[in-house]
Every structure is written in structure tokens, then in C-alpha cells.
């Protein structure tokens, strides 16, 4: 069953996505709470909340307008899409989730959602977007690959 994980076409992008979250949530956790009051065990009930709510706005929201929006623009249609694609997909994720978690865990003042909002938003966005692209897509991608090359490819019959 494992090499089937291994192997499965999407296992290097479930990984990241899993990773990144990851990333992102202790991110999110140091910088409200400082290093000293970062428990371990908040981020055991953040975590799973947090990868399940960017899984489905990925699946359902973002990836679906980005994907209509490379097929719309010419501007997009000549970008390199392993750099556009994911570009808007996590402008996109972090808007929206940024939005729920800030009304969920009430990291706000009272009268100043948007600004709240926003600061969070853009503090995010832009630790993202290099931590995606220099830190976690290399090193998990290479992890996988290194993994299949390890165990072997599932037989056919078994798939």
C-alpha cells in the first residue's frame, strides 16, 4: 500500500501542500503567540483543521479559477504555469483562509476586521510565496523522488 502512496501521480503535490500548511501554521502560531508560548499541542489541533480548510479551498475554489484563468488570459497562457499556477493558487488560498481562521480564532480587534485581515493576509502571503518556491517544492520533490527510487513501482495487477 505504501508504494502505491509513493508512487500515486499526486503524492509529490499532496506533500507539499501538507508540508506547506505546516510551515505556514507554525509560522502563523510563532508570530501571534512568540516563541515561548508556541505549544506543540495547539498546533496539533490547528493543523489538521487548517490542512483540511486549504485541501478543499484548493480543490473546490482556487484551483478551479485558476485554472480558468490560465485557459482565459493570454497574459497567463505565456507565463511559465509551474511558476503562474501556483503563484495564484496560494494569493488565492491565503485570502480566503486568512479570512476564516482570522473570524474563527478571533485574531482581530473588535471593530477592525478588515485591517486585521489585511495585515494578516499580506504577512503571510509574502513569507509564502518564497518559503513555497525556494524551501518546501525542491526539498519535498526531491524527497519524493528520492522515495520512489527506493521502493519500488507497484506491479500493474496490483494497481
Known sequence: ???KIIHHPEASGLA???TMVFCMSN???VWRYGF???HFRREMVIYPVALILVFLTKKFISAP???HLHKR???LGTRPRHISFPFLIISFNTLIVIAVTTLMFKNYM???YLFDYLRNWIR???VAIPIFFFVVRPLVTRFIKWLQSKVAAPMIEEI
Request: aromatic share 12%; proline share 4%.
Open 1 to 3: 500500500m505504501l508504494r
Open 16 to 18: 507539499v501542500m501538507a
Open 27 to 29: 509560522y502563523n502560531l
Open 36 to 38: 515561548g508560548n508556541h
Open 65 to 67: 479559477i485558476v485554472a
Open 73 to 75: 488570459s493570454q497574459w
Open 110 to 112: 473588535p471593530s477592525h
Open 124 to 126: 503571510a502571503f509574502v
